[in-house]
């Protein structure tokens, strides 16, 4: 039997490497040929789930496929819908193909543009298949996140906004008296129910109880409502244009990636903000040492800007000549905002609160 190296971890999935593994001595297996294994495994299962997508592809009733493999329809209903990848996304699926990717990032790609058209789609790909097989899944996902949101901002908001419907708490009962709770929400909330969790987790004693437990234990304090202060901040950047409502460009939440436009406004509104002065390249030269707020008629201001109706008793008139403070200069009290003549984003620094 042909030895078990390194070099073979670049071969393509065969049946020959098929044979090779599933013949091998267990007990004559070194450390670093148990890991060569471990990898073409993962390498042959990959393949093979190419060519039961390619099955199910070409499988017009899955019905009696279900039954034949006795899984529910419903499961292999949506298993014939990822298969959609090997049409839509080629590359990523030939990498599929070679054992180079596996099918849990090719699908997270796929839901994650399915909305696009088939140029905005391409455009997504070009920028994925020279780094996905380097990356895990949830890089994966964040990256294809931002590209999704970049390529289509209008869409990402309207997707987010139709999203906020699916919201929604589930229970499912456990083995050994345990249960589990799923809540879906929209993703600042949640971040920002996570990071106080994490800072009242911080806060108890040492003890025997893991991050964890201690998160879990955390949670049901608060809501027997033993703990009601909220004291944790959260980072939300924009592009100034974003923030007056001239674009609907992605915010970036810290911790979680691109979010819809109008999130990123109302989260903005909650705290202080920070000037990031950006060249051409987009990368960040500058920032403000001061911070500033912004006031009630800097906020009626952002709201009707981005679609909003003005409540105020008598609408503001609009800003004529007005600058913001340049980076690393102390900014006005109330400083007047204008849409940036280079490259800048505004940073907001925000606190919650009950």
Known sequence: MEELTREMETREP??????????????RLDADQLVTVSILARK????????????????????????ALTEPEQIVARRKEASEALETLPRLAEQLRRGELDFRRLDAVRERVQHLSPDLVT????????????????????????????????????????????????????????????????ATEAHLVFQQ?????????????TTDQKRSDALLDRLRGTKRDWNVRTFVTLSMETLLGLTNDPGHLAGYGPIAADAARELAMHGPWRGILLDEYRHATAITTDTYRPTALMKEFAHVSAGGTCTA???PAPFRN??????????????????????????????TTP
């Not at 042959?44 to 039954?67: N, Q």
């Not at 990402?156 to 456990?174: G, I, S």
């Not at 987790?201 to 040492?206: E, Q």
Request: aromatic share 4%; net charge negative; charged share 25%.
């Open 44 to 67: 042959l299962k990959s393949a093979c789930e190419w060519v039961e997508l390619a099955a199910l592809r070409r499988t017009e009733d899955p019905t009696e496929l279900a039954m």
């Open 123 to 186: 455009e997504v790909e070009d920028a994925l298949v020279e780094v996905a097989a380097g990356l895990n899944r949830t890089q994966l996902c964040r990256k294809t996140t931002a590209l999704v949101a970049q390529a289509d901002p209008d869409g990402y908001e309207q997707r987010c906004h139709k999203a906020t419907k699916d919201r929604r708490v589930e229970f499912a009962p456990l083995p050994d008296g345990m249960a589990k709770l799923t809540w879906i929400l929209p």
């Open 313 to 315: 008793r008598v609408a």
């Open 14 to 27: 065969s049946g020959d490497l098929f044979d090779l593994i599933m013949g091998v001595e267990w007990a």
């Open 197 to 209: 969790l994490c800072k009242d987790a911080k806060a108890l004693p040492t003890d025997d109880r």
């Open 322 to 351: 007005t600058t913001t403070s340049p980076p690393g200069q102390p900014a006005t009290p109330n400083p007047p905002i204008s849409r940036a003549s280079a490259g800048g984003t505004t940073t907001a620094n925000t606190t």
